[in-house]
């Protein structure tokens, strides 16, 4: 069982950043594929990013590449979105998730095996 736990969502203006967290619980976060996926309301659940257990395999979503970066730090459970030049259409719940899949499955939702409860990043024109 991984327990997941999104932060770090809030309110910014165009053009800012935000940086998103997602502590697991669990001793075996280290085997497992991360990615973030967002949410708008009446939208499915989109692939954002995604980072493999050894941080040596990312993805990103063309419409956040280089401009989004994922990481992780395995000693500490912990995974990250770091959010630069935020666009309104940015604006959605963003939600961490564990897949035990292999990495070339990290885009589809699918493939994950727990979600965290999502957190809200709003920005504004």
């Known amino acids: 069982q991984v327990q997941l736990v999104e932060s770090g969502g809030g309110l910014v203006q165009a053009g800012g950043s935000l940086r998103l967290s997602c502590a697991a619980s669990g001793r075996t976060f280290s085997r497992y594929t991360m990615g973030w996926f967002r949410q708008a309301p009446g939208k499915e659940r989109d692939f954002v990013a995604a980072?493999?257990?050894?941080?040596?395999?990312?993805y990103y979503a063309d419409s956040v590449r280089g401009r989004f970066t994922v990481s992780r730090d395995n000693a500490n459970n912990t995974v990250y979105l770091q959010m630069n030049s935020l666009k309104p259409e940015d604006t959605a719940a963003y939600y961490c998730?564990?897949?035990?899949?292999?990495?070339?499955?990290?885009?589809?939702?699918?493939?994950?095996?727990?979600w965290g409860q999502g957190t809200q990043v709003t920005v504004s024109s």
């Open positions: 998730a564990a897949s035990s899949y292999s990495v070339k499955l990290a885009t589809i939702v699918t493939s994950y095996d727990y």
């Open positions: 980072i493999s257990w050894s941080g040596g395999i990312i």
